[in-house]
């Protein structure tokens, strides 16, 4: 969340690293200069899967701020790759309304590997949150809705394990084909793409939900029953940290059948736009500076394919 801190020491020291990477101005633009410069005084450079005692963040950077109301609960999924305990993805799942309130996860040098195709595991109850408190195959195909992943099958293909884990039920929203097959699968085909660019030293940090939290933006509700409510808006939070430097976007997309845009860049926007729509606090375990700078704007001319 953005907390608009800015203290006079802390734009001299802007000003000063900018004239001492003023050579460096061609390689980044705009705010990208000074972010940069403010990475390389933080040191920050992550290189295990799970690994966040770093000098960047103070936990688990791809994580939001939990609500921890009375119906929620936080689940983390985790695989066994190659010897090692690896995240698969998190979610604060709100019971009432059987729904995600959102998915967090990684790309990183082992989590984007493709090593397997997408499961044939038909779809299935979550194993750690009671079956009560999930939707079933009936909520989804005749009453006009697909089953959508929010941490996509492509998302997560480094396993068959953690491509079978994409498939629990609390990992589904209905959403209308057109828009499941359509823009949003755009959207994270661009995601994935950025994802697996990723080197040794390279993560993106990826949220996605479907807004479930707010009465009007809710599209309906499946059979009339509140408890099972369909999202009117979808939207991913992105931070992309690239060797030293970082960034970060978002996008927010109107569940529809007929889309405002075939073009991604029609719906970006700031992190703390995406907060202030939501009401989530992205990526809160980022230290405060490098927090307020990345959430404050955004350049889509740093995300290639999106012009």
Known sequence: MHRALRHTSFHLLMINYNLMFRKKEMKYRGINVWVACLCLLLAACDKDENNNSNNFATGIVELPALRNGANDVFVTHYTTFNGQKVTSFSMEYDKSKKHSRWIAFRFGNQTKQQNVSRSDEPFDADPAIGSQYQRVQADFGKQGYDRGHLCASADRLYSREVNEQTFYYTNMSPQRNKFNTGIWL??????????????????????????????????????????????????????????????????????????????????????????????????????????????????????????
């Not at 030293?244 to 073009?263: G, L, Q, V």
């Open 186 to 307: 755009t959207l994270e085909g661009q995601v994935q793409s950025w994802g697996r660019s990723c080197t040794a030293s390279d993560t993106l940090y990826v949220v996605k939900g479907g807004t479930i939290d707010k009465e009007d933006q809710i599209r309906g509700y499946i059979s009339n029953d509140r408890s099972k409510p369909i999202p009117r808006y979808y939207y991913m939070a992105l931070l992309f940290k690239k060797g030293d430097s970082f960034k970060a976007i978002a996008f927010w997309m109107e569940h529809t059948d007929t889309p405002k845009s075939t073009k991604l860049v029609d719906y970006a926007l700031s992190i703390d736009e995406l907060e202030k729509k939501t009401g989530i606090d992205f990526f809160p375990n980022l230290n405060d500076n490098l927090e307020n700078a990345l959430e404050a704007t955004y350049s889509t001319k740093a995300w290639p394919g999106l012009e």
